[in-house]
């Protein structure tokens, strides 16, 4: 389990230049790590199958926090300067970037925060909550941090003492003096303020006593109910002991009497969340278990289309940007989700005769313009030439291209070789890693885009996992000599649990079912999280990984990881249901915070960027998922995207990709389209071999 503290996150809504990205490639902020214990330990339950218990074979599981993988970091060294500045979070915890609450321990001063459905944010001697008010325009639809009730409690500072995956720990001082903790959690409206000390807080708006612990506020439209443990209201005034608490709650719209008073009364103080994971046969399931200090149900709002397993609902719901999330009362929020089994091959053995020649010839001459120089140094667009190049591989040997697939093998791997030397950092400044102490994470040098302020690492990881395992497939001995650093990699963006050297998932959110991009988030909306496909690429590299080297335990939890992002991306990102947002005029939502969606990109303007941000880089496990809401919404999103029939824009190699998923007829025009597409519009990460494979396999 780990809490957090917090560093220098700049109050700004959307500030362009914190993670723009050039081309497809983003700028990061940078993120801090710190150790706390919290009272609820967060369990990854072993499993059977797909996401089961660890091989027999396993010897060095990304997660262990022996002494193996501790030599193994430190012979990496450490990077020049970590880029974290002062963080406000406790001693021992590390430091939780990439969290929807990172924003609280980064940057100047903390960052408002979205427990979905709440926001809540620091004050000057407190904190206040409110229920984000959701609207809607053309392009995006917003639920931004509002301040409807709040406590004063003459704090001066704060500082992240807990964190486990879905719930973080506030603790307010004044000057050295702690005052008390405030708890929130995804997935609860509730507030638990608790005083370390006796004392008298007041409220920021008058409290209308039910009795003398309970009590309403009504602020900005919204009415709260107030439910007092070991204290008394007095006036607009609480009395707590030590130890008392405050629980704030939003009462939902049109509540009746019976209604609310059933909420209040499973307004219980919370104290964290645990997180299990587990398998069954064609699922992968979630469990978050939220504290409330008994076995009697507190008050919990799954998102819109996670289902209600194990609740009791009300009929009520919350204004989400989500849509309505009901509000329930349980002790747990179960997730299940399809299981994507992890891929990394083409099927091109039906191809016809004149398709295979095509492709033969293709692959020949994509291979023969590999060399040395094919391979950028940075962390992200040296990850997508890797990637790249080993699909072109993968298609060699499948094609039976023998001398082709040597010599790209021969290139990938030289290249491979460098980055998984655990000493390269020590010779040179690029295509190796580096340890970043003060944060607990790698970097690959030379960074790119804010990711030696851990901004993207899942999506740059990626890519080179990736082209690792299909590179190692069938060779042992690669499998031997890159395992060391390989593993390190893996363990950056989805160790399975903390341990000295890194976080448990470092990007991946549970509740929201993906993961968040920006490390140190300095936002007002919020973390955020542009690309969900090269997420759920991120996932299919380290699952593939896994199951190359033997490690069940990475094998499974990048399944798990792989087949929750995927189902966020059809749900949210992809086919998203908008019924409820009926301003917002498009197909995808590109950009998800935690406070509002857009349709927009960090890096361009024009009409194609949005839904192709969403497919780079089709790996072929991209079939299981990017289509699933079928024909009709696939020639929407690219009735929208390339509305003048014209394919030669950025992403309109992956564009046509998407275009063959409608119908077979549709494919035969995608490839068409992709034999003539200009050489200049192909992306780095693909290639037109790759490109023709995937619209033929289909066509």
Not at 447 to 469: K, R, V
Not at 577 to 590: I, K, Q, T
Not at 628 to 652: K, M, N, S, T, W
Request: glycine residues 10%; aromatic residues 6%.
């Amino acid at each position: 389990m780990t809490v957090l503290r917090l560093p220098r996150s700049a109050r700004r809504d959307q500030a362009p230049d914190a993670r723009r990205r050039v081309g497809v490639r983003r700028a990061s902020r940078p993120v801090l790590a710190v150790t706390v214990v919290t009272t609820v330990a967060v369990l990854l339950t072993a499993c059977t199958g797909t996401g089961g218990a660890d091989h027999p074979r396993e010897t060095t599981a990304p997660s262990a926090s022996g002494a193996a993988q501790a030599r193994a970091v430190a012979r990496l060294g450490d990077v020049a300067s970590s880029k974290a500045g002062a963080m406000r979070l406790a001693d021992g915890l590390l430091p939780p970037t990439n969290r929807w609450f990172s924003g609280l321990v980064f940057g100047d001063a903390p960052q408002p925060v979205f427990p979905s459905p709440i926001s809540w944010q620091v004050t000057d001697d407190g904190f206040a909550a409110g229920l984000p008010v959701v609207s809607a325009t053309e392009k995006t639809i917003a639920g931004g941090a509002t301040q409807q009730v709040g406590l004063d409690l003459g704090a001066t500072s704060t500082e992240v003492s807990a964190y486990d995956a879905v719930s973080v720990t506030v603790e307010h001082r004044r000057g050295a003096t702690v005052l008390g903790h405030t708890v929130l959690a995804e997935g609860s409206p509730l507030v638990t303020y608790t005083a370390a000390r006796a004392g008298t807080v007041t409220t920021t708006a008058p409290i209308d006593a039910t009795g003398t612990r309970t009590g309403t506020v009504t602020s900005g439209g919204r009415t709260w109910q107030l439910v007092v443990r070991d204290g008394t209201i007095d006036g607009d005034a609480v009395a707590l002991s030590a130890g008392g608490s405050i629980v704030l709650l939003p009462v939902p719209d049109d509540a009746t009497a019976a209604q609310t008073d059933r909420l209040v009364g499973a307004a219980r103080p919370l104290t964290g969340v645990a997180l299990g994971r587990s398998a069954s046969p064609g699922q992968q399931h979630t469990t978050l278990t939220y504290d409330f200090g008994s076995d009697d149900p507190g008050v919990l709002v799954p998102q819109p289309g996670q289902g209600t397993t194990g609740l009791d609902c009300t009929g009520l719901y919350y204004d989400t940007v989500q849509g309505a999330a009901p509000v329930c009362t349980g002790t747990a929020l179960r997730l299940a989700v399809d299981t994507v089994e992890p891929s990394d091959t083409l099927d091109v053995s039906g191809l016809s005769s004149a398709d295979r020649s095509t492709l033969v010839a293709q692959v020949r001459v994509d291979a023969s313009t590999v060399n040395a120089s094919s391979y950028a140094a940075d962390s992200y667009a040296g990850g997508k030439d890797l990637s790249r190049v080993a699909n072109l591989y993968r298609l060699a040997t499948e094609l039976d291209l023998p001398s082709v697939a040597s010599t790209l093998k021969t290139s990938v791997v030289d290249e491979l070789d460098q980055w998984f030397d655990a000493a390269g950092c020590g010779a040179r400044t690029a295509r190796c890693f580096a340890y970043d102490p003060t944060v607990h994470g790698l970097v690959g040098q030379e960074a790119s885009f804010g990711s030696d302020e851990f901004n993207d690492h899942h999506f740059h990881y990626g890519y080179i996992l990736s082209a690792a395992a299909v590179l190692a497939a069938d060779d042992p001995a690669l499998v031997s000599r890159w395992r060391t650093v390989a593993d390190l990699v893996a363990a950056d963006i989805a160790s399975p649990e903390a341990t000295a050297s890194f976080p448990q998932l470092r990007v991946y959110d549970p509740y929201a079912q993906h993961s968040w991009a920006s490390g140190f988030s300095p936002f007002a909306d919020g973390n955020n999280q542009e690309s969900s496909s090269e997420a759920v690429s991120a996932w299919n590299g380290v699952a593939l990984w896994g199951a190359v080297s033997g490690s069940s335990s990475l094998e499974s939890v990048g399944t798990w990881l792989l087949s929750n992002e995927a189902a966020s991306a059809r749900r949210d990102v992809l086919d998203p249901d908008l019924s409820a947002f009926p301003e917002f005029r498009h197909e995808v939502v590109s950009l998800t915070w935690g406070g509002k969606r857009d349709h927009a990109t960090w890096f361009s303007a024009a009409a194609a960027a949005p839904a192709g941000i969403e497919l780079i880089p089709m790996p072929a496990v991209a079939r299981s998922y990017v289509a699933a809401g079928g024909a009709a919404q696939i020639r929407r999103v690219l009735a929208e995207a390339v509305p003048d029939g014209r394919y030669d824009v950025q992403f309109g190699d992956y564009l046509l990709m998407y275009r063959a998923l409608a119908s077979r007829s549709e494919a035969r025009a995608a490839l068409g389209a992709a034999r003539d597409l200009p050489d200049a519009v192909v992306d780095s990460a693909n290639s037109r071999s790759y490109m023709l494979a995937w619209i033929m396999a289909r066509a």
